[in-house]
């Protein structure tokens, strides 16, 4: 596992470490353009463009990495269910025999359609409520936060039964929804918190003294300030969401089988864990690899938007 | 019936049951007390409802009530019903039973053990009003369906008229139509009496009753049991017993959530027996445990089985013929469930007299064949495979989807359900047109109950026939059976009805379910009996 | 500010109120008929479910039957189980059990959590630093069940074997030591959620002027983490612990499953299963009110970290 983690980390390291060291922009340009211009020098940056360039081509084309089709019901045989390591399976077999290499790079496309999908919906939804709910405060705060404490402690279970008798079905887009629902309202508490901090600095006292828009407070201001939390939660989620993805499954909320994907294959093997635990390793292994790239491209972002650091 | 063991909820599913509770009552910390008054203690699911006989349905609450109730009959090893609270139970015709009770027996606060107690249990249990779970149990004696005459209409009864007393320790139960196999039956926790304290000023059993059950068996309950906040039931011996006792004074009940659970617990000491292991420990129960690991025969079924009533994709028998011959058995009991399981070859458990080793041919894994006769028949492109996903269930209904891919070449969906009753839900809608799993253990060790609840026209409606498989020479021959005047003649007609199971393939047999558990040094002589409860007789503190 | 907290206050009761509302239509939407659930893999008798639901006034209509429950609510009564078992006297059980292993798992996930990302970010960029962000990659990508077991296992099951008995394996006899291993089972992801937050919040705070300040002020580096830097990056941490306070007491359902903890995670799913309305109304409207006075709390530590959040 450290073999394989140690290329990624490489980037992380060197790009953290040593100071960008980038000539800057010939003349004053926007906030953003300013953070992108940056951004494309930081080896923080390449290092998980580059690794989330590898996930996708995974998701997008799985059969450039493997020559196994794991549709293909005769390529499991379960006579050589829980196989170590060998030539024929690199990862090894799981609990049905099937390859587990062939179906990590299969089950990429599911995983990271959910995991991302869920992000941005939870993201944005969260992030843009909680702007505006940090920033105006008053009744709108009022009103938002309040809803957001009725949906705390809606059971996951029962949001994802909900969902169920809504589209009784059960799709990557179910999961979304199923996700995003009972999860917007951490990244609405988490931005609306920074809002609030940001909110009093001197800097957008002085942008309002200067008759400022709010709009323009807002998101020139505030947000590139108040992102940093949301970034980090955002990353985490992204993982959480790939893994819960498989908990929905048993209620016929989720993926199944003949679908594959990261989430399902980790439940799958846990309850022979100790038995063998390279189907549940390997799978698990891609995922922290999705993570750990959108935690750099996070910190690379919040780096760059970080005027104190240019 | 007795669904819940094999229906066990594993941690990462749904969890049906729950244990409780904030007092910490273990024994197992009290390190100054003799060793003699150390309880056996055992494992044990959280009991669904509160304990009474009629409404004790399920594994986990019959493990507790057999240790606190003596049945009328036990079975030998031979799985022969033996007497036990009873004299004697005979019959003439197979129609009108006799039932005379040992003399000796008495209830926990020390009150006689009357025939009354039979009667009124029975008539409590049997009337629809007072909706108990093993109602359906008492619907062969005569004047049932009086006491159920049906939806919204009110029972004018409270007595069957086939239940008389005819003196202290005798009664007479006259059945509508002969069943040979009735003193078997009455092994069963339903046949439990009750005494006249269980009932309240209304006639209905108290609540009070039914956390603290009084019985007439070698254990009594120490507590009124709260359901909700106890994670132990605590009985002591009944010395009163005149029956055979147990040789220790003290059982507890341990109730988990996750059997892996009070596998670790037995593994660390704080518990004695546990008989319901999940494959992921047998590895390791085998290895640590030895001569202290239970592996034996378990008179369980699992099944596939088609929608028949009202879906014509699998109106060819030979497509269903097809379907199980590619079903490679041996593999999945052996990769998918560790040897807890048997690859099944007949709808009868080999551990019942009646079974016959290779009856159902096509049960056996022929690839070859399956996929010729598939594709000659044409089989349809897309099967769809449904199953409970509260229970163990997953694994192996995936490894079934892919034989039927590999084999017959054809997609497979595979649909979990939240839990059983959505099946049953949508199969009652004629909405699913797929095939889902079931699974059956026994009520009473007899052939016959493999057949008649599960596959009878009668049962479509009341019984558990999801099928809805109907065939008339089938329900002659159980009647036949059922009217026999001895046991061997009645189990050549069922044996005759087994066979236009195996002819009709209503259902697929996949596994029989076998029993696996462990226990500490603390105790020995641990078996298990048919009906999959510990005999309490044999077992012995060690050391 | 007391006028405030006031408001805070009366404004839980529509909140309670919806809560219960949305719930109790959930759970009655949902389809699957409760007593059908209630009887496992065999059938019941058509007749048999329809005295029982006459007796659970399952045939009534949904608004008859909500304006039953609130109406015992007000009388003190939460109604009860299909096993005939007061909900309210369950939840008094369950909630003390739920309460000690959320407040184990969120003080665990505060000093663990906060410690490591403290010492990622004092040694940013270091090989700590990799280090600590390799081991909460694992937390997020290894499920509670996997760690559950195994650390059941080694710290349970081995060390007693081995003649330790530090850690119980389940239940809940052995007083709080029980509650060590679920706790930090149970606070596995929200360890690497906090942990990412501190570290970044911290880098950031470091390269603020007034830290440089101090720094330059020539202030021990102490002082400088403990009493600058970590009080101004304590706004997103309390926010989180706030908000996770729900999700460690209504989602523990896999943690409590594996050690025999009898909480209110197992029962909300159970009774979401078996569609036990009393039951999960009962709880979730616990949990508002649970959640409710968490966030006041967290809003009014704004004030108390940030002098320059003042509510009127």
Redesign the interface.
């Known amino acids: 596992m450290s073999d394989t983690l140690a290329p990624a980390e490489r980037p992380q390291n060197g790009g953290v470490g040593g100071h960008p060291g980038a000539s800057r922009p010939p003349k004053a340009a926007s906030l953003w353009s300013d953070a992108w211009y940056d951004l494309r020098r930081r080896p923080l940056f390449v290092g998980s463009a580059v690794l989330i360039g590898v996930l996708v081509a995974m998701a997008v084309f799985p059969s450039l990495f493997t020559s196994v089709n794991p549709f293909d019901a005769a390529t499991c045989d379960l006579a050589q269910a829980r196989q170590g390591m060998s030539a024929a399976h690199r990862f090894g077999t799981d609990n049905l025999g099937c390859d587990v290499y062939s179906r990590v790079v299969y089950g990429a496309r599911n995983s990271l359609v959910i995991g991302l999908s869920t992000t941005v919906v939870t993201a944005l939804l969260g992030g843009l409520l909680g702007l505006l709910a940090g920033f105006r405060g008053g009744a709108l705060d009022t009103l938002l936060s309040r809803i957001t404490e009725i949906f705390f402690a809606i059971p996951s279970i029962l949001g994802a039964l909900l969902i169920l008798a809504i589209f009784r079905t059960g799709n990557v887009w179910t999961v979304m929804l199923a996700l995003a629902v009972l999860a917007w309202p951490l990244t609405y508490r988490i931005m609306r918190a920074a809002v609030i901090t940001a909110k009093g600095q001197d800097y957008v006292l002085a942008a309002r003294a200067l008759g400022a828009s709010a709009p323009r407070i807002m998101f020139r201001h505030i947000l590139p300030n108040a992102v940093a939390s949301v970034i980090v939660v955002a990353t985490i989620n992204l993982g959480t969401f790939i893994a819960a993805e498989a908990g929905l499954s048993f209620l016929g909320v989720g993926l199944r089988s003949p679908d594959i994907s990261w989430g399902l294959m980790i439940s799958d093997a846990r309850e022979r864990f100790l038995e063998a635990p390279w189907p549940l390793l390997f799978p698990a292994l891609f995922l922290s690899l999705t993570v750990l790239a959108f935690i750099m491209l996070g910190d690379a972002v919040r780096d760059a938007l970080d005027p104190k650091l240019r | 019936m007795r669904v819940t063991k094999g229906a066990r909820l594993t941690a990462g599913a749904a969890l049906l049951a729950l244990a409780l509770a904030a007092c910490g009552n273990s024994a197992s910390s009290g390190g100054g007390t003799a060793s003699g008054d150390l309880p056996v203690r055992m494992e044990l699911g959280e009991p669904q409802k509160l304990f009474h006989p009629g409404d004790t349905t399920e594994s986990e609450g019959a493990e507790v009530l057999a240790a606190v109730f003596a049945p009328l009959v036990g079975y030998d090893e031979n799985k022969q019903a033996v007497d036990e609270v009873a004299e004697s139970i005979e019959s003439k015709d197979n129609r009108v039973w006799t039932v005379s009770l040992k003399p000796g027996y008495t209830w926990h606060d020390g009150a006689k053990l009357t025939a009354q107690n039979y009667v009124d249990a029975w008539n409590y249990a049997a009337n629809q009003d007072n909706a108990q779970s093993a109602n359906g149990f008492f619907s062969r004696i005569d004047g049932w369906a009086d006491l159920n005459p049906g939806e919204g209409k009110t029972v004018s009864t409270k007595e069957m008229k086939g239940l008389k007393v005819v003196d202290e320790s005798t009664f007479r139960v006259t059945l509508s139509k002969p069943f040979s196999q009735f003193k078997t039956m009455l092994g069963y926790t339903a046949f439990y009496p009750l005494p006249k304290v269980a009932f309240g000023a209304d006639g209905r059993i108290t609540e009070e009753y039914a956390r603290k059950p009084i019985g007439q068996g070698y254990f009594q309950f120490d507590k009124p049991f709260n359901k909700g906040t106890d994670q132990s039931i605590d009985l002591t011996r009944y010395d009163r017993f005149p029956g055979k006792k147990p040789k220790f004074t003290k059982l507890q009940f341990k109730l988990y959530t996750s059997s892996e659970t009070a596998f670790n617990d037995l593994a660390a000491g704080n518990l004695d027996i546990h008989d319901s292991l999940p494959p992921s420990a047998i590895a390791r129960a085998k290895s640590e445990f030895g001569e202290r690991y239970l592996d034996q025969a378990d008179a369980g079924v699992a099944y596939i089985g088609f929608p028949m009533q009202y879906n014509k994709t699998y109106a060819n028998v030979k497509v269903r013929e097809a379907i199980s011959m590619a079903i490679d058995r041996e593999t999945i009991a052996d990769k998918v469930f560790s040897g807890t399981r048997a690859p099944a070859d007949d709808f009868i458990n080999p551990l019942l007299d009646g079974y016959r080793a290779g009856a159902c041919a096509v049960c056996v894994y022929d690839p070859l064949k399956a996929g010729e006769q598939y594709t000659a028949n044409n089989g349809p492109k897309t099967l769809e495979l449904g199953y409970n996903s509260d229970g163990p269930h997953k694994e192996w209904i995936e490894a079934v989807a892919n034989s039927l891919r590999a084999n017959l070449g054809v997609e497979v969906k595979v649909k979990p359900f939240e839990k059983f009753a959505g099946i049953l839900d949508e199969l009652d809608e004629k909405t699913y047109g797929g095939m889902f799993r079931m699974g059956w253990a026994i009520d009473y060790p007899s052939a016959e109950n493999y057949l008649t609840p599960l596959f009878s026209t009668i049962a479509i409606k009341t019984g558990s026939n999801y099928a809805g498989w109907s065939n008339q020479e089938f329900d002659a021959l159980l009647a036949k059976g059922d009217s026999a005047r001895t046991q061997e003649e009645g189990l050549k007609f069922y044996q005759q009805a087994d066979d236009i199971l195996i002819r009709e393939m209503p259902y697929i047999p996949v596994y029989f379910y076998r029993t696996n558990g462990a226990f500490s040094q603390n105790v020995k002589g641990v078996k298990i009996d048919l009906l999959n409860q510990i005999k309490w007789t044999e077992v012995e503190k060690a050391g | 500010m007391s006028r405030y907290i006031l408001r805070r206050l009366i ?1 839980a009761i ?2 309670l109120l ?2 219960t509302l ?2 109790y239509a ?2 009655f ?5 409760p007593i ?13 479910v ?3 639901r006459e ?1 659970y006034h399952l045939n009534d209509p949904f608004l008859v039957q909500y304006w039953h429950y609130i109406v015992g609510l007000l009388g003190g009564d939460f109604g009860t ?1 299909f ?3 007061g909900v309210g ?2 939840m008094a ?2 909630f ?2 739920t309460i000690n292993l959320a407040v184990t798992a969120l003080v665990m996930e505060a000093v663990i959590g906060v410690g490591l990302g403290l010492y990622a970010a004092l040694r ?3 090989a700590g ?2 280090l600590i ?2 081991a ?3 937390l ?4 509670v ?2 760690t559950g ?2 650390l ?2 080694l710290l ?2 081995r060390l ?2 081995a003649g330790i008995d530090l850690f ?8 709080w030591r029980g509650y060590l291993l679920p706790g930090f089972v149970l606070a596995g ?1 929200s360890i ?2 906090l942990t ?2 501190t570290r ?2 911290l880098v ?1 705070i470091m ?2 002027d007034y830290i440089r300040t101090a720094v330059a002020k020539g202030l021990p580096r102490s002082r400088v983490v403990g009493r600058h830097a970590l009080r101004n990056a304590l ?2 941490l309390i ?2 612990l ?3 306070l ?2 460690l007491m ?2 523990a ?2 943690t ?5 903890l ?1 909480g209110i995670g ?5 009774s ?3 569609r036990e309305q009393p039951v ?1 109304v009962g709880i ?1 409207t616990v ?2 009110l649970i ?2 006075l968490a ?1 006041l709390v ?1 809003d009014l530590l ?1 004030a108390v970290l ?1 002098p ?2 003042r509510y009127e």
């Open positions: 404004q529509p909140v919806g809560a949305l719930i959930i759970v939407a949902l389809p699957g008929d059908a659930a209630l009887a496992g893999e065999k059938r019941m008798d058509p007749d048999i329809d005295v029982l007796q189980t096993a005939g078992v006297d369950i059980g369950k003390q059990v940013h960029g270091g630093d990799s962000l390799a909460t990659l694992v997020i990508s290894v499920p069940l996997v077991f195994v059941q296992l349970g099951v007693k074997q119980p394996v389940a239940g809940v006899s052995e007083g992801t690497a959620y990412r937050l970044n919040s950031e390269r603020t706004i997103p926010t989180y706030g908000a996770d729900g999700a209504g989602g359902v896999i409590e499953t594996i050690f025999n009898p197992q029962q909300l799913f159970s979401v299963y078996l999960v979730v949990l508002v959640y409710i966030n967290v704004y940030d320059r959040i």
